[in-house]
Every structure is written in structure tokens, then in C-alpha cells.
């Protein structure tokens, strides 16, 4: 489950403004965590405790139906949902924060052996396995799997110092990203002596090695974490996606042929910008989530209306070890334990909403 609706959640819970509309909520886990929290915690700075979301508890408080399963299909003409649990849910109004999923292969041997992440508990559990163990290859082309490398190089320093950490990224080192940051971020790696492979693709994986265009490396363990996609859920509906396959909305956050279908997070694209694929700040997440709920008591009401844009000349905060932080605004990138401070706010700040 994305963050835009746990803060739907909490709103019916708290402030209840959707008379007479029977919800259902469709989540398989009981618990949630958010994926930006990950590197914090591998770094050793977070408990599962602390980031762990009940979102059993929050259903209560909202006092809606719960199912406990994926979608599995989604039947648009006649309004009905399938789930992997046989159910079949009909629904007027659809809101979607499924969230996205580490990146489908066409290699069945990438899932075969290669760890990958879920926003859930057992995501946690991944990321404690590659920290400890001896030998760990990340593979990933995005600046969360940068961070995350980052951050268990720290933490192995400490604790697992004996440890080799290999990081191979299939695409030139971030190059959706202004030139400044990805600059810096290659310094940095350089510095710390993180073993790197850059714009190498993937060419065999085996339960102990893999080989790229750039030759072979051995592991105990792999990390993948390449940009990930929607589900396949959008495609097969026929549905306008991406190439990611993230569902295409309007900036009201609805499909536009379809204006009883709504979706916020990583699941959704802007159909104005299909393929930006900067990650959201927590700043766009609540603004999303907010703008997702007022449009949806405006569609169930009175039809009005409000408008998501992504905000220009944001302010890039991320964590790159030591208790240190690399701050990046209007193509000036500055390293310093202040940036690592103001990450760490944002991170509790968010995770306060939900305690």
C-alpha cells in the first residue's frame, strides 16, 4: 500500500466526510512500510518496530470493510474487481496506491536468485540478510538503490567489516537525474571504495555468481533493485500505462476516459510527463494524498475538483552514510551532516502521521 492511502485511511478514521459511501479496502498484508525508509533502516537507525504500519488498527478506527488479497483483474465495463482470493468486488468509484513492484524480468533466473523488495514486513527481513551477508551485489539503476548501497556500506563498516559489497548498475549512472547529483554520488562511491560496474547489462545469473557485459561476479547474496513497474493489472484492462506500466492519469489524479478511476503513488504517472521517473519526496506524497482525497469526496459530491503538479526546483535530500547527507537544489550539490539531519526529520515527521 502507498502513502497517499494510508492518509485516506486516516482521514475516514478521523474525520469522517463520506456519508452514506460503503468503503472496501483491498490489501493483502497487515503491515505497510515505506520504501524510502529502507536505506535509513539498513543503515541501523530505525527498528522494524518503528517503521512497521498496522494497518489493521487504522481499518478499525475507519470502521471499513477489509480484503485481504491482491487484485488480481479489473472488469471495467461492469465495475467489478477480482482478487486472487476468488472475490469479486464491485465498486463506482476505484482509487489505486498499489504501489510498484521490483522490476519484471523476462529471466526466470532473476527470481529464482535474487533477493527483492515488497513494501511489507518481509521486506525488512531482506534487507537484514544482505547486510549480513559475506559477498553482496546490488543491482539497481536508480537513486534508491545508490542510497541503499550507501547505507549498508556503513553499516558493514561497523559491523560486517570483512564484508564485499559490489554495486552494478545495467544503465549509465543516473541519468534522469541532474548531472550535478549524479557527479557527486560517483565521487562519493569512489571515496568510500565501493566496488562499482556501471552501464554493464546483465547477461546470466547463477546461484552464485553473475555475469555481465563487463564480466563476472560472484555473490552470496543479490540484491535486485532496478527501477521498478506497476502491475500489470493497468495493461491488461486497457487501461493507458507507461512503459513502466504505471497507470496514466489526468492531474486531478483520474484516468481521463475513465473519471471513476483514481490512483496516487508509484503506481501512477502523470499523463502530461508518462515517463518521469523521479522518485516522490514526502512532500509530493502528501500532496498527492491530499488532492486524491478532496477529489474523491468532490466526485462523490459536488464534482469540484483539485490539481497535482509536481513542484519544480525541489530540493533532493537523501542519505549517503556516516550520518551524512548530500542536499541538492538548482544544480548545487552539498555534502554535510545538516542535509542528514533534515532527511531524518522529513523521515519521522512522515512516520508520526501514522504512529
Known amino acids: 500500500m502507498d502513502a497517499p492511502h494510508l492518509y485516506l485511511l486516516k482521514q475516514v478514521a478521523t474525520s469522517p466526510q463520506l456519508e452514506d459511501v460503503e468503503i472496501t479496502l483491498l490489501c493483502a498484508d497487515r503491515h505497510t512500510v515505506d520504501p524510502r525508509l529502507f536505506p535509513s533502516f539498513a543503515e541501523g537507525f530505525y527498528s522494524p518496530e518503528e517503521l512497521l504500519i498496522d494497518i489493521e488498527q487504522w481499518v478499525k478506527k475507519a470502521d471499513i470493510k477489509w480484503r485481504r488479497a491482491n487484485a ?37 533466473t532473476i527470481l529464482q536468485h535474487a533477493l527483492r523488495l515488497r513494501t511489507n514486513k518481509t521486506a525488512l527481513e531482506t534487507i537484514q540478510k544482505a547486510k549480513e551477508t559475506q559477498h553482496l551485489v546490488i543491482v539497481g539503476d536508480g537513486i534508491e538503490a545508490i542510497e541503499m548501497t550507501l547505507a549498508i556500506h556503513a553499516w558493514r563498516r561497523k559491523n560486517n567489516p570483512n564484508g ?6 545495467p544503465a549509465p549512472l543516473l541519468t534522469d537525474y541532474p548531472k550535478p547529483l549524479s557527479q557527486r554520488l560517483k565521487r562519493i562511491m569512489h571515496q568510500k571504495d565501493i566496488s562499482l560496474t556501471v552501464n554493464a547489462s546483465v547477461q546470466d545469473i547463477s546461484n552464485a555468481s553473475i555475469t555481465t ?10 540484491l535486485w ?19 513502466r506500466g504505471c497507470l496514466l492519469v489526468e492531474n486531478t489524479l483520474q484516468v481521463k476516459s475513465h473519471p471513476f478511476i483514481f490512483a496516487a503513488g508509484s503506481c501512477m504517472a502523470i499523463a502530461a510527463q508518462p515517463e518521469d521517473t523521479l522518485h516522490f519526496s514526502f512532500l509530493d506524497s502528501m500532496q498527492q494524498a491530499i488532492i486524491l482525497w478532496e477529489n474523491i469526496k468532490g466526485y462523490v459530491s459536488n464534482g469540484e475538483g483539485y490539481f497535482y503538479s509536481r513542484k519544480k526546483g525541489q530540493a533532493v535530500v537523501l542519505s549517503v552514510g556516516y550520518r551524512k547527507g548530500l542536499f541538492l537544489f538548482h544544480n548545487r550539490a552539498l555534502v554535510n551532516r545538516w542535509a542528514w539531519r533534515l532527511k531524518m526529520r522529513q523521515e519521522r515527521q512522515w512516520l508520526g502521521h501514522y504512529a
Not at 164 to 169: E, F, T, V
Not at 213 to 222: I, N, Q, V, Y
Not at 225 to 243: R, W
Open 72 to 108: 488480481l483483474s479489473l472488469d471495467i465495463l461492469n465495475k467489478r474487481l477480482l482478487t486472487d482470493q476468488g472475490h469479486q468486488i464491485p465498486f463506482d468509484i476505484i482509487s489505486f496506491a498499489t504501489g510498484s513492484f521490483p522490476q519484471r524480468s523476462k529471466e526466470p
Open 164 to 169: 564485499q559489497l559490489h554495486y552494478i548498475s
Open 213 to 222: 557485459t563487463s564480466g563476472e561476479h560472484s555473490f552470496t547474496d543479490l
Open 225 to 243: 533493485m532496478t527501477q521498478p513497474e506497476a502491475s500489470t493489472l493497468f495493461e491488461q484492462a486497457g487501461l493507458p500505462t507507461n512503459k
